[in-house]
């Protein structure tokens, strides 16, 4: 196995070379959408029975601050569907730890609701339908281990940097966001609930004491029902985890390695549907362009994620007075979006802090990754050499 100094190259495929993707997430599936609208023959693994299988049925958040263009417009211009249920949610109410009531309000939404998992409307079946529609072979039950030809790797988390637990349920709540901010409940994280047209998701999302798990889930389901009237029928556990690094190399071998797999996610608050997208349309792009995708990435990624990382860090650093100030300014803020956009955008303060903020927020996972020219692992535990 020959090392080499720099970046590895993204494999060219050939004109008729089957393209494989290991992973049928929102990444590999953007992936794979984007390679297939340009003519090119794509066969994707899934290593589960159907699309979206660790989310069951969980709601989530499709940002919409992060850029000025609607997220919407943004898959549209990137060629990915749009056509799951989603709901528009500009307003919601935030709690802190002394139950004090922040309203935001803004006249764009805020964000998308939507369903994960293999149901009819949810976003990950949209996808799956527009990647077969464009001819795309999906294999399911089938695990990728190694990767010969050109090919990308898109197979989710390899830690937890997070972790997400709580409940999907049925609901005759009204539609609608509410989250809290009081380590008690979600320690350096956020207890939210959310629901969209009679389903529900209700979590604590945690940064730490991952061992406390039921506790905090207790307390959360404690703190809705006494501050909104929580109201679930079949209520059903769910959980997950949440990775977050910037690698040093986005390459394992000659594959690009996208979404969650590379550590892509947004480290403050855990929204990676975007990431994940931006980046499986990336690693496309650059296989049929012959870009240097983890240039492209660097250039293209990084920054929000240094800058999100550096948001990590002072927000567990502030604590439940942190999180209050926090609120406090997004429920005086006339332009939600923007406030939040700012929270993302470098600034010298932030560049400045950013080391300190990359040695303080360690990611957990330990293995390395490789940049071996001829290496075929889909997930690579022979680099050692970084
Ligand atoms: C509980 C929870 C709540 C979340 N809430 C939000 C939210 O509100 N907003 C937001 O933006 N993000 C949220 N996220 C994060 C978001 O879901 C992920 O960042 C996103 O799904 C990552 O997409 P991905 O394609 O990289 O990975 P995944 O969605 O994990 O897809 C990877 C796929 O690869 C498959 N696979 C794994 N190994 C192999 C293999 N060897 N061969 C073949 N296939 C394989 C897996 O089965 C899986 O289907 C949440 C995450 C969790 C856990």
New binding site residues.
């Given amino acids: 196995m020959t090392k080499k100094s720099g970046n590895t190259p993204v494999k060219i495929p050939g004109k008729d070379e089957v393209i494989e993707i ?8 953007t992936a794979a959408i984007t390679l297939a609208q340009a003519g090119r023959k794509v066969l994707v ?4 029975k159907e ?5 069951g049925r ?1 709601l ?4 919409n601050w992060t850029t000025e263009q609607n997220v919407l417009d943004a898959f549209t211009d990137l060629g990915i569907t749009t056509d799951f249920e989603k709901l528009a949610c500009r307003r919601g109410i935030l709690f802190d730890s002394k139950d004090r009531v922040y309203e935001i309000n803004d006249k764009e939404p805020l964000f998308y609701l939507v369903e ?1 998992g293999p149901g009819p409307h949810s976003l990950d079946s949209a996808l799956l339908t527009q990647a077969l529609d464009l001819g795309v072979e999906v294999r399911f039950n ?4 190694h990767l010969e030809g050109a090919g990308i790797l ?4 390899k830690a937890a940097d997070a972790i ?1 637990v709580g409940y999907h349920f049925d609901t005759d709540m009204e539609n609608g966001f509410w989250a809290i901010c009081d380590n008690k409940l979600a320690p350096q994280g956020y207890a939210y609930l959310l629901v969209m047209n009679g389903r529900g998701t209700i ?1 604590t ?1 945690m940064f730490t004491n991952f061992k406390q798990e039921k506790i905090y889930v207790a307390r959360t389901v404690a703190a809705f029902e006494r501050l909104v009237d929580l109201r679930m029928e079949n209520q059903q556990p ?5 990775n977050f690094r910037i690698p040093k190399w986005a390459m394992s071998g000659n594959h690009p390695v ?4 590379a550590g ?3 480290t403050l608050w ?7 997208i931006r980046s ?1 349309a990336l690693a496309a792009n650059s296989m049929l362009e012959g870009t240097d995708y983890d240039e492209l990435r660097r250039n293209q990624i990084d920054v929000s994620m240094k800058t999100a990382i550096v948001n990590r860090g002072l927000y567990s650093l502030l604590g439940n007075p942190g999180y209050r100030a926090f609120m406090r300014m997004l429920a005086n803020s006339k332009n939600i979006r923007a406030a939040l956009r700012k929270q993302y955008q470098p600034n010298w303060f932030k560049l400045l802090f950013a080391p300190l903020a990359l040695l303080y927020f360690k990611g957990r996972r330990k293995d390395k990754n490789c940049h071996h020219v001829n290496c075929t692992c ?2 690579c535990r022979c680099g050692g050499a970084i």
């Fill in positions: 290991a992973g049928a997430g929102p990444s590999g599936l693994h899934e290593l589960h699309v979206g299988y660790r989310f969980d989530q958040g499709l940002e994960r089938s695990r990728v281990k898109a197979t989710g988390p997400a979590k999302c769910h959980g997950g985890v949440g996208v979404g969650e797999q892509f996610q947004d855990g929204f990676g549907m975007r990431y994940a499986g889909v997930w």
